[in-house]
């Protein structure tokens, strides 16, 4: 079974930064593509940015030039890196790849 478990959420000001990490019990982060997705209360759930296994990445426009998705040395895990965060960002943050999704982590930017 595979298992996609989220950290590195919390609350932070206007401004601040946050990275989020996003890990797997296997390789499969490693060989596909890895989305990361965010939920607002009363939202729908939006993608915020991706990576293909060969390294592509691509963002919302909301998101373009502070946030950076990316893979680690580690094995098996995803990073987002959010910087300039503005209130708008806040939202439970999800690991997405295949059919799998994590449980989700918040974040919440103060203004």
């Known amino acids: 079974q595979v298992q996609l478990v989220e950290s590195g959420g919390g609350l932070v000001q206007a401004r601040g930064s946050l990275r989020l990490s996003c890990a797997a019990s296997?390789?499969?982060?490693?060989?596909?593509?890895v989305e990361w997705y965010r939920q607002a209360p009363g939202s729908q759930r939006e993608l915020v940015a991706s990576?293909?296994?060969?390294?592509?990445?691509n963002y919302a426009d909301s998101v373009k030039g502070r946030f950076t998705i990316s893979r680690g040395n580690a094995k098996n895990t995803v990073y987002l890196q959010m910087n300039s965060l503005k209130p708008e960002d806040t939202a439970l943050y999800y690991c997405?790849?295949?059919?799998?999704w994590g449980q989700g982590t918040q974040v919440t930017v103060s203004s």
């Open positions: 990576i293909t296994s060969g390294g592509r990445t």
């Open positions: 997405h790849t295949l059919v799998f």
């Open positions: 296997t390789i499969i982060l490693n060989i596909n593509t």
